[in-house]
Every structure is written in structure tokens, then in C-alpha cells.
């Protein structure tokens, strides 16, 4: 049984800057058992339902402006996997969730930055899923349950998204810039509660978590992380992969679930 993971992207740079977040990335499949395919649940990738990417040749997506001219060469040339699109989908409409398949969608950067470190061959095929920041974390714990089965079948659930996302904050901080105390408080308690599997605690965090609405002003970036934990089964464990921050506001944390 494959675990699924839980990994924060950050800026797209991070295919760039020499950086704990970045070497962590690196080394993290020699860790993991091979899987035959990959479902990429991204923060970038935003839909008033579940959507799953069924491109057989899915294009990169460069959805960022004014950064490094590098990022714009860069591709990542994995393939899709339509006929798996189309089961991920099933599962998604047959747990009682609306889904489609978009047979067009390529790989936006919450996909391929952390793919393209992990897997830089691009010789496993991805099938990216989409978030539905409308409906929250008891949603996207439900979607991700609705996934459950793919642990068994050798397919990879990487959720993809920041365990901290407050850009407003950014005034052009060093890359290494300690964190915020705000940023460590949210962090430590969100993992604390991932540690001693406080579900409820989690899905409502908006009002229990310290600083909750200054470190995800919007949620798109928190809940990939509760399709990772939905996916894993009722009775996963959380386990803390990797721990750093980028520019004082961006903890790039890792988890993984089984």
C-alpha cells in the first residue's frame, strides 16, 4: 500500500534555489516504492467541482508572471493517463461527489515544480485533480476518501499546495528569512494536531488554529493537504516528513499518511 503525501510547493523558484524545501524534494521518491502513475491534487488548479485532467500529452502550464526567465524553459514532459482520468472520476461521482474529466488540462506549476524534483525523468504518468476552495476541508477529506482505493493500485497521491500562504506579507524578504512567530504558531499547532489525528480539530481550524486567517487568507493552498489525509483511509497516521520556510511566510512543509 502505497502512503500518500502531502507537499508544499511554494514559489515556482523553488525548481531553482538551492534550498532545504528543494533538497528534500530531490531525495524524497528513493523513499517510496515506484508507483505505475501519479494523482497530482493541485492548489493552482481551482473548480466549482472535482475535475481530473484526461490528456494523453498534457502540456506544462506556466501560470506565473515576472520570474526567473529559466522557469519558462523548463518542461515537464510526463505523460496523462486518460483511461485512469476516467476512474479517478468514477470514483469521485460514485462516493455521492459531481465530477468531469478535462480531456485539455495540462500541468500547472503546483504540479510540475514538485514533480519535475521528485521525478525528474517524467517517465510516470500524472493525472492532475482539481480543488474546490468553495466547499473547504470536509469536502476535500471526502474527495480525498473517495480516492482510497488508489493506494492499492499502485497509483501515488501527491497533494500539492503551502502549509503557509500569506503573500500580502512579502516585502522582498531574503529567501532565508526566519518565519514570522505567527507563521511557527500556526504551524506547530496544525501539526500537532495532524500528530494526535484531531480530524475535528483540522476541520475547523479556521477558528481553532492560532492566526488560521492571517497564514491562509484563502484556503486554496491548506486543502490539498485533506485530500492526502482522506485518501490514506479512516485510520492513517500523519507523519512529518520535512519542516523549513522560505521568505518568512512560506512553511514548506511535508507529510505523508498510511
Given at each position: 500500500m502505497l502512503p500518500t503525501i502531502f507537499v508544499s510547493h511554494g514559489a515556482p523558484t523553488l525548481a531553482l534555489q538551492d534550498v532545504p524545501a528543494r533538497h528534500f524534494l530531490e531525495n524524497l521518491a528513493a523513499t517510496l516504492p515506484r508507483p505505475r502513475a501519479i494523482a497530482a491534487v493541485s492548489a493552482h488548479w481551482?473548480?466549482?467541482?472535482?475535475?481530473?485532467?484526461?490528456?494523453?500529452?498534457?502540456?506544462?502550464?506556466?501560470?506565473?508572471?515576472?520570474?526567473?526567465?529559466?522557469?519558462?524553459?523548463?518542461?515537464?514532459?510526463?505523460?496523462?493517463?486518460?483511461?485512469?482520468?476516467?476512474?479517478?472520476?468514477?470514483?469521485?461521482?460514485?462516493?455521492?461527489?459531481?465530477?468531469?474529466?478535462?480531456?485539455?488540462?495540462?500541468?500547472d506549476h503546483g504540479v510540475w515544480v514538485p514533480l519535475k524534483l521528485m521525478y525528474p525523468l517524467a517517465d510516470i504518468p500524472?493525472?492532475?485533480?482539481?480543488v474546490q476552495p468553495a466547499y473547504g476541508p470536509a469536502h476535500h477529506l471526502e474527495l480525498g476518501r473517495a480516492l482510497q482505493a488508489l493506494r492499492s493500485e499502485g497509483v501515488l497521491v501527491v497533494a500539492s499546495?503551502?502549509?503557509?500562504?500569506?503573500?500580502?506579507r512579502f516585502r522582498g524578504q531574503k529567501l532565508?528569512?526566519?518565519p514570522d512567530a505567527d507563521v511557527t504558531q500556526f504551524a506547530d499547532w496544525f501539526d500537532s494536531a495532524l500528530l494526535e489525528g484531531r480530524t475535528q480539530d483540522l476541520l475547523t481550524y479556521r477558528t481553532r488554529a492560532p492566526h488560521a486567517v492571517r497564514n491562509h487568507p484563502t484556503e486554496e493552498h491548506l486543502l490539498p493537504l485533506y485530500v492526502a489525509l482522506g485518501a490514506a483511509g479512516p485510520n492513517a497516521k500523519a507523519h512529518h516528513l520535512h519542516e523549513s520556510?522560505?521568505?518568512?511566510?512560506?512553511?514548506?512543509?511535508?507529510?505523508?499518511f498510511n
Open positions: 481551482e473548480t466549482a467541482q472535482p475535475s481530473v485532467g484526461g490528456a494523453l500529452h498534457p502540456k506544462t502550464i506556466y501560470d506565473f508572471g515576472r520570474f526567473d526567465d529559466r522557469l519558462f524553459q523548463m518542461t515537464y514532459p510526463a505523460p496523462g493517463l486518460p483511461d485512469l482520468a476516467d476512474s479517478i472520476s468514477d470514483m469521485i461521482c460514485a462516493a455521492g461527489l459531481e465530477s468531469r474529466v478535462d480531456p485539455n488540462r495540462g500541468f500524472v493525472v492532475p485533480i482539481s499546495g503551502s502549509f503557509t500562504h500569506d503573500l500580502s532565508d528569512t526566519t520556510a522560505t521568505y518568512g511566510m512560506l512553511r514548506m512543509d511535508a507529510y505523508s
